[in-house]
């Protein structure tokens, strides 16, 4: 008996592969390329004082001008006070870092 069962089995498993000659394949999308995202953008810190002033006016003697047009800038810009004592200044600030 096992052995009709098993000849019954195996003759239905080969009539129904035979019956479905297509294959299984899963269908295949093309993948659409997605381009980088761009970086973000670089910006810059301000930086003051007195050096970075000097680079960026065409005449670095007019910093030294008491009759120097508004646009190179005023004395309390570069220097720094003393906050006990409001008018005392303390130091020149060669190089100031904003953050």
Known sequence: MKKYLSLVLLIAT????AAAPQTLE????????????????VTREPVQGVIP????????????NPRAPA???TAAESTSFDPNVPAKWKGIKLF????
Not at 53 to 64: C, E, F, K, T
């Open 96 to 99: 100031e870092f904003l953050f």
């Open 14 to 17: 080969t009539m129904v592969a």
């Open 26 to 41: 899963a269908p295949m999308r093309t993948r659409k390329t997605r381009k980088p995202a761009s970086p973000p953008p």
């Open 71 to 73: 646009r190179y800038g």
């Open 53 to 64: 002033r000097i680079a960026r006016s065409g005449n670095p003697l007019q910093m030294v």
